[in-house]
């Protein structure tokens, strides 16, 4: 399985690395966000400071949904999902792989949209380690919950609307916990650890869904 999901997340990254979509379309739309953001609230800039933690997963998480979508788009072309159902791969190492392959594209975003937030938005970036802790359990169940309502997307009709219709109340949870996570961290108060838990409880849930679910949303797709 797992054998099988490095060989899927290789190709995955392989595939952006070479067309660059997510360097020269989904990055640059992620910090258009956050400069609108910026503008609209500059009026107000403990407002701005304030809200910088929640705006921020905002982003990561429209750009998450271009990222899923195009992880799917790739193979909805010349029968390349059916080539995957019959090349043998393990269902769940595919899963895992393309979930991979989505959360190390959202972790590289991740860092540009930080920078970005420091830059914008004044805010600093104090109590690293519980913020990188956090993005990265968000960014799993991110990636996770991606992927399984991915492959649900992709094989109905007009998808590209679908999907976010499809993830966004999903990913809700994860949206607010880690933005009060961030929140709590960059203004170094207390009762981050409650909401971590829910970062937790989310990643493994739909890494255990996708696992088990996988193989027969793929046949279905």
């Known amino acids: ?102 959360a190390g594209q959202l972790a590289v975003l991740e860092l540009f949209l930080a920078g970005g937030i420091a830059v914008l938005y004044s805010a600093s970036l104090h109590g690293i380690v519980l913020l990188v802790l956090s993005a990265v359990l968000a960014t799993v169940g991110l990636a996770a919950a991606g992927t399984v309502y991915g492959i649900v997307a992709a094989g109905l009709g007009v998808r590209e609307t679908l999907l976010p219709l499809l993830l966004l109340p999903v990913v809700a949870p994860v949206l607010l916990a880690a933005s009060k996570v961030w929140e709590i961290t960059l203004q170094s108060g207390p009762g981050a650890w409650g909401w971590m838990r829910i970062l937790v409880i989310f990643a493994v849930v739909y890494l255990a869904a996708g696992v088990l679910a996988f193989g027969p949303l793929l046949e279905e797709s």
């Open 1 to 102: 399985m797992f054998r099988d999901a490095v060989l899927v997340a290789g190709k995955d990254l392989k595939v952006e690395y070479r067309s660059r979509v997510g360097a020269q379309q989904v990055l640059p739309f992620a910090l258009v966000v956050l400069v609108i953001f910026a503008f609209t609230l500059d009026a107000n800039h403990d407002l701005l400071q304030t809200a910088a933690a929640g705006l921020y997963w905002v982003a990561v998480l429209f750009a998450g949904v271009l990222t899923v979508q195009r992880s799917f788009a790739l193979e909805a072309a010349d029968g390349l999902r059916d080539g995957l159902r019959l090349s043998g791969l393990d269902p769940a190492g595919i899963f895992l792989g393309k979930a991979a392959a989505v």
